[in-house]
């Protein structure tokens, strides 16, 4: 069983570009409300302030007015001291001025503030000579208590264009006013938070919930690719599983195919022996006779004859001794001529075919020769086991046409018999050609027998597999052990030769097999196939 991934680390970066417009938009959205609200409680003191700061600037105790007179005490500070001084002076008497109508009435005033404190403040210039600060009034009334004290309020600005700054510390002392500006700090303190903090946790949720289907979004997409991994695993472990076992059932085919020639070749060293012992007893009677006198010259001939030919047959057993003895696979290359050994097959053949197969066997030959690398005893047996499987498929279809003359019931007995005295008048052919085409030999074993259906074509070159074991019994030959074929293949393919097959049920077959041809080299001499072979 596969374990479960472990989830894989959020991918901050990915989705820090898309979350930051929308927080920084969400920011700004819930800056502007707070500003907003914040303004509107705060109204009612900008309102006072800038009263306040009206009176302070337009008030004139003579002609002029405290922004004027706090501009020259800022110019005479670098001219003259004595100015500086006399502008000292005459600024706090327009402080004293101002403020002494607030300090006389305080109270008593309603929409008039308390003023408890007005002064000019020159940041870095130190006070005229003679004077310990810089212009100031302070009222003598008492500041009021802790409980109030929150209501004092400074305001502080530049004096016209100078670097002096005008500070006042003063009180509202309507409290009805003050209560209000409270209270609706408070109303509208309450909106903006129940607004803020629901919707914030309303975009919180959602941002949680995005994030958390973004997980289960990757961990879904690492299962799958973790799946999918696996099977490919699964996959090629079940390819090479499958390659190892056709490797081992190829070696265990080879090792049959080789354990099979093996015991051919010890079955045929047994049966060539015996025959060799047979034949030691004519062969020793025939020279007796030989040597005897009293012997026509023509009973002498006949004699040298029948020695000849018993010869011939020890010699040709000993030759297919040595070629099922040895394994296919290993072939003895030499140079041949592929048309020779086509016109000794026919010539060793044609007589056999004729009479015994009822097969007219014949070939068609190429006037020069056809120079091949091969395996001289391995070809030759490649070609009789062509000749013999066109043989069989000529007695396959002799049966055949047989069997549909006595099957056809309907016809007449005159036509019937004609039909039967036609079947077996049928004759066979088996026609080899060699010709050349391109850089190959080709030889070309074309019959007109019962023909292969595809199904048998695919497989017929497959050891062991044959059709012959119920409808080739004809004339004494016995059913096929599917063995011809396939060493037909095996040799071509040590040969680097190829086969190709043309057939069809009832058309005939044609086997043609393509040899490299070899270059030709004088050097080199072209072996010949022994006569009688």
Same mark, same amino acid.
């Given at each position: 069983?596969?374990?479960?991934?472990?989830?894989?680390?959020?991918?901050?970066?990915?989705?820090?570009?898309?979350?930051?417009?929308?927080?920084?938009?969400?920011? $700004? @959205?819930?800056?502007?409300?707070?500003?907003?609200?914040?303004?509107?409680?705060?109204?009612?003191?900008?309102?006072?302030? $800038?009263?306040?700061?009206?009176?302070?600037?337009?008030?004139?105790?003579?002609?002029?007015?405290?922004?004027?007179?706090? +501009?020259?005490?800022?110019?005479?500070?670098?001219?003259?001291?004595?100015?500086? %001084?006399?502008?000292?002076?005459?600024?706090?008497?327009?402080?004293?001025?101002?403020?002494?109508?607030?300090?006389?009435?305080?109270?008593?005033?309603?929409?008039?503030?308390?003023?408890?404190?007005?002064?000019?403040?020159?940041?870095?210039?130190?006070?005229?000579?003679?004077?310990?600060?810089?212009?100031?009034?302070?009222?003598?009334?008492?500041r009021p208590g802790a409980d109030a004290k929150d209501r004092v309020r400074v305001l502080e600005y530049p004096a016209g264009g100078s670097a002096a700054v005008i500070r006042c510390e003063y009180r509202v002392h309507t409290n009805n006013r003050f209560e209000q500006e409270q209270k609706d700090r408070r109303t509208w303190q309450i909106p903006l938070?129940?607004? @803020?903090?629901?919707?914030?946790?309303?975009?919180?949720?959602?941002?949680?919930?995005?994030?958390?289907?973004?997980?289960?979004?990757?961990?879904?997409?690492?299962?799958?690719?973790?799946?999918?991994?696996? %099977?490919?695993?699964?996959?090629?472990?079940?390819?090479?599983?499958?390659?190892?076992?056709?490797?081992?059932?190829?070696?265990?085919?080879?090792?049959?195919?080789?354990?099979?020639?093996? +015991?051919?070749?010890?079955?045929?060293?047994?049966?060539?022996? +015996?025959?060799? +012992?047979?034949?030691?007893?004519?062969?020793?009677?025939?020279?007796?006779?030989?040597?005897?006198?009293?012997?026509? %010259?023509?009973?002498?001939?006949?004699?040298?004859?029948?020695?000849?030919?018993?010869?011939?047959?020890?010699?040709?057993?000993?030759?297919?001794?040595?070629?099922?003895?040895?394994?296919?696979?290993?072939?003895?290359?030499?140079?041949?001529?592929?048309?020779?050994?086509?016109?000794?097959?026919?010539?060793?053949?044609?007589?056999?075919?004729?009479?015994?197969?009822?097969?007219?066997?014949?070939?068609?030959?190429?006037?020069?020769?056809?120079?091949?690398?091969?395996?001289?005893?391995? @070809?030759?047996?490649?070609?009789?086991?062509?000749?013999?499987?066109?043989?069989?498929?000529?007695?396959?279809?002799?049966?055949?046409?047989?069997?549909?003359?006595?099957?056809?019931?309907?016809?007449?007995?005159?036509?019937?018999?004609?039909?039967?005295?036609?079947?077996?008048?049928?004759?066979?052919?088996?026609?080899?050609?060699?010709?050349?085409?391109?850089?190959?030999?080709?030889?070309?074993?074309?019959?007109?027998?019962?023909?292969?259906?595809?199904?048998?074509? $695919?497989?017929?070159?497959?050891?062991?597999?044959?059709?012959?074991?119920?409808?080739?019994?004809?004339?004494?030959?016995?059913?096929?052990?599917?063995?011809?074929?396939?060493?037909?293949?095996?040799?071509?393919?040590?040969?680097?030769?190829?086969?190709?097959?043309?057939?069809?049920?009832?058309?005939?077959?044609?086997?043609?097999?393509?040899?490299?041809?070899?270059?030709?080299?004088?050097?080199?001499?072209?072996? $010949?196939?022994?006569?009688?072979?």
């Amino acid at each position: 069983m596969t374990p479960a991934p472990a989830p894989p680390p959020f991918p901050v970066r990915r989705y820090a570009g898309r979350l930051v417009p929308l927080v920084l938009l969400w920011v $700004a @959205l819930v800056g502007w409300l707070g500003w907003l609200l914040y303004s509107r409680a705060n109204w009612t003191r900008e309102a006072d302030q $800038a009263d306040l700061r009206e009176w302070l600037n337009e008030t004139r105790v003579f002609r002029k007015t405290l922004p004027d007179l706090v +501009n020259e005490y800022a110019a005479a500070a670098d001219a003259d001291p004595a100015r500086f %001084r006399a502008k000292h002076d005459e600024l706090s008497a327009h402080l004293a001025a101002m403020a002494e109508p607030t300090r006389k009435y305080a109270g008593k005033l309603p929409l008039f503030p308390d003023v408890y404190a007005i002064a000019v403040d020159y940041p870095g210039r130190p006070p005229p000579p003679g004077r310990d600060a810089h212009p100031a009034w302070v009222s003598p009334l008492p500041r009021p208590g802790a409980d109030a004290k929150d209501r004092v309020r400074v305001l502080e600005y530049p004096a016209g264009g100078s670097a002096a700054v005008i500070r006042c510390e003063y009180r509202v002392h309507t409290n009805n006013r003050f209560e209000q500006e409270q209270k609706d700090r408070r109303t509208w303190q309450i909106p903006l938070v129940a607004f @803020l903090v629901p919707s914030t946790a309303v975009a919180g949720f959602a941002l949680y919930r995005f994030l958390r289907r973004e997980q289960r979004r990757l961990l879904a997409e690492e299962q799958a690719k973790t799946e999918a991994e696996h %099977r490919e695993r699964e996959l090629a472990e079940e390819r090479a599983a499958v390659e190892k076992r056709a490797a081992e059932a190829e070696r265990a085919a080879l090792e049959l195919k080789s354990q099979l020639y093996a +015991n051919i070749g010890v079955m045929a060293a047994s049966y060539a022996h +015996n025959i060799k +012992n047979l034949l030691v007893r004519p062969n020793d009677l025939l020279v007796r006779c030989a040597e005897g006198d009293g012997m026509s %010259r023509e009973q002498h001939g006949m004699l040298q004859e029948v020695r000849a030919s018993l010869g011939t047959v020890t010699e040709r057993l000993q030759q297919i001794l040595r070629t099922v003895r040895r394994d296919p696979s290993r072939a003895e290359m030499t140079r041949l001529d592929l048309g020779d050994l086509v016109r000794e097959a026919v010539r060793t053949w044609a007589e056999t075919a004729r009479d015994k197969w009822k097969v007219v066997l014949t070939a068609d030959l190429p006037p020069g020769p056809l120079p091949v690398d091969g395996d001289l005893s391995h @070809l030759q047996q490649a070609i009789e086991n062509l000749i013999t499987n066109a043989r069989d498929a000529t007695f396959e279809m002799r049966n055949h046409l047989r069997e549909e003359a006595r099957k056809d019931v309907g016809l007449d007995p005159a036509a019937r018999r004609q039909r039967l005295i036609d079947a077996a008048a049928w004759k066979g052919e088996v026609r080899l050609r060699a010709y050349a085409d391109g850089p190959s030999a080709v030889l070309e074993v074309r019959d007109n027998g019962i023909g292969m259906t595809d199904e048998v074509r $695919a497989k017929c070159l497959t050891t062991h597999f044959t059709t012959k074991r119920d409808n080739a019994l004809y004339e004494g030959y016995s059913a096929g052990m599917g063995l011809g074929l396939s060493f037909v293949a095996v040799v071509l393919d040590h040969h680097r030769a190829a086969l190709e097959i043309d057939s069809a049920p009832l058309k005939g077959t044609t086997f043609r097999i393509r040899l490299p041809l070899a270059d030709v080299d004088p050097a080199v001499p072209v072996v $010949a196939p022994a006569a009688g072979a």
